[in-house]
């Protein structure tokens, strides 16, 4: 019997022992993306596909896998995944799920301490040889103990940051679709409230929420005229749920004092973008689960439900285990 046939879209921070006992396994060694082109080629010859966000998995590419037997990605979110014509081919599709819960939130933290107290704006002023002595009112910024914080969407990270929040002695308000149980918002110490309220009333706005519909562009120029003067964005879940045109608006006119961000749109964002001409903006390159322990992880999960679907077992870790009551039915 011949072997499975594999195509992983990047290398990965774990060895592929386990995966190339069982199969014939092609890595792209590029610092970016295959091309689509390459993709849909690829996808011709093999039985399984581990890829990342970063590859465009649409329905063309699936309907032409022919020999796709299971999509595998090192990721949690899956939008990028055309997921109803891979259920429709009765493909399975796997994630990372709950492993970068923590990663992402001490990323978060780390971006909005280093927002509040300057610290990239420090860090230029010294290089630049600007320091030349303590000075009363310089690269002021606003407590953090004390503030008020807004989360966006109260998921495992939205709770993990109310968790980290609680030790600096915040207000805590969130919003998110469902409202949680009083008893978790008793133990957590949050306060349920609209999204106009929180966006009032908060000195610094995280966000938590998946991108979807519902959530794309959730901010604009409506959301920021709401904020306060002197409040924070953090931005960690999706680059598209802000639009950037206003965040620019506002950062620029000073109607935000300040954002940090991990993720934007597109990625990367362009070297021409005006964003990166802002003193009152940090940005990092999408690095939120970048920790050794989670990439790596996260690497083992996904080549876990890459060799159970080519073993023809049930995913781990399955966006569409409805394929499993279509196929048993």
Not at 167 to 181: E, K
Request: a negative charge.
């Amino acid at each position: 019997m011949p072997q499975a046939r594999v195509f992983v879209t990047r290398r990965l921070p774990t060895e592929l022992q386990r995966l190339q006992e069982i199969a014939n396994v092609e890595v792209w060694m590029g610092r970016e993306p295959p091309p689509y082109e390459v993709l849909l080629a690829k996808v011709r010859e093999i039985d399984g596909l581990l890829c990342l966000l970063t590859d465009k998995i649409d329905r063309q590419l699936i309907e032409i896998g022919t020999s796709l037997k299971v999509i595998s990605q090192m990721a949690v979110g899956y939008d990028n995944i055309d997921v109803p014509a891979a259920t429709a081919r009765q493909i399975p599709v796997g994630h990372t799920p709950g492993v970068l819960t923590d990663a992402t939130a001490d990323l978060t933290w780390a971006l909005l301490m280093a927002a509040a107290r300057r610290v990239v704006e420090g860090d230029r002023f010294t290089r630049a040889g600007e320091w030349r002595t303590w000075e009363p009112d310089l690269l002021l910024g606003p407590n953090v103990t004390s503030a008020t914080l807004g989360i966006v969407g109260f998921g495992r990270i939205g709770q993990a940051i109310a968790r980290r929040a609680k030790g600096f002695n915040m207000r805590i308000l969130y919003t998110s679709r469902h409202r949680c149980d009083p008893e978790l918002e008793q133990s957590l110490g949050v306060e349920f409230v609209k999204f106009e309220s929180l966006l009032q009333e908060s000195d610094f706005v995280t966000i938590h929420t998946p991108l979807s519909d519902d959530t794309y562009h959730l901010f604009g120029e409506p959301q920021f005229a709401l904020m306060k003067p002197s409040a924070i964005l953090i931005n960690t879940a999706r680059g598209a749920i802000v639009d950037s045109d206003a965040l620019y608006q506002a950062l620029s006119s000073g109607e935000i004092a300040g954002a940090a961000i991990d993720v934007t749109e597109p990625e990367p964002i362009p070297i021409d973008s005006p964003l990166l001409t802002l003193d009152n903006l940090i940005i990092t390159p999408h690095i939120g689960s970048a920790s050794r322990q989670t990439r790596e992880k996260m690497a083992n999960m996904a080549i876990d439900n890459l060799i159970a679907g080519l073993k023809g077992e049930r995913l781990p870790y399955c966006v569409n285990p409805e394929v499993y009551d279509v196929v048993s039915g």
